[in-house]
């Protein structure tokens, strides 16, 4: 399978513990998004890289989060100090882009976090 | 602000139906949409795109229909399959990041 991966699928904690999740993106992609998704909502979005710089941050993203993408290939998600509020499907996502042309967005099935 | 908008929240066909479903977005800056359809417990599955220089755009079974001049996306699906079932979402791309409405549920009966 050569799609976007996220680990873990499930993610279940108690309230002020720290969590991170994990993204592969389809390998050749230069992009990397995450995005957060609530119950019956669309994906809304929280950051993107270009291969190992974070380019954009979202309000969304309070300073209990932080995402890095170390060597431009895989990618962590972390939530530090969780609260109730953080329960969310957590997507990423990875495209190619360049050569001045849009290109879509993959996601991967996300990882379900639910905070205790 | 962006908000990318859809009018039913729940639309409901035969098997064999052709099924269109319908998003209205704000903002004018935006030059590339997305449909995705999204299973239960799965992420969003990439369907068809289109820039906006186009107004139509046609992929197996698919058919996107771009009108600017109104800012509203439609996606129309043929002879509507039982696997089909899902939430559609439009979703709209200004900048670097995609907007998305709150999705569309089909429901295709035998």
């Known amino acids: 399978d050569t799609g976007v991966s996220q680990d873990p699928r499930h993610k279940i904690t108690k309230r002020g513990q720290n969590v991170t999740f994990r993204c592969d993106p389809i390998s050749e992609h230069n992009r990397l998004y995450w995005y957060r998704q609530t119950l019956g909502q669309g994906p809304e979005f929280l950051t993107y890289?270009?291969?190992?710089?974070?380019?954009?941050k979202s309000r969304l993203l309070s300073d209990r989060f932080s995402a890095e993408r170390p060597k431009g290939s895989f990618s962590t998600l972390e939530i530090q100090r969780t609260e109730q509020g953080d329960s969310a499907m957590y997507l990423c996502?990875?495209?190619?882009?360049?050569?001045?042309?849009?290109?879509?967005?993959?996601f991967g099935d996300g990882t379900r976090l639910s905070i205790l | 602000g962006e908000s990318v908008g859809l009018h039913l929240p729940t639309l409901s066909v035969q098997e064999g139906d052709n099924s269109i479903i319908n998003c209205a977005y704000s903002n004018s800056a935006s030059d590339y949409f997305i449909w995705y359809k999204q299973e239960s417990g799965k992420g969003p599955q990439f369907i068809i795109d289109?820039?906006?220089?186009?107004d139509k755009r046609q992929g197996q079974r698919v058919t996107v229909l771009l009108n600017k001049t109104v800012k509203h996306l439609s996606l129309q699906i043929a002879a509507t399959q039982p696997g089909d079932s899902a939430v559609y979402f439009c979703a709209e791309k200004g900048f670097q990041k995609l907007v998305f409405g709150t999705g569309t549920r089909l429901l295709v009966s035998p």
């Open positions: 890289f270009q291969n190992e710089a974070q380019l954009e």
């Open positions: 996502a990875s495209s190619l882009e360049g050569g001045g042309g849009n290109q879509p967005q993959h």
């Open positions: 289109i820039r906006s220089n186009m």
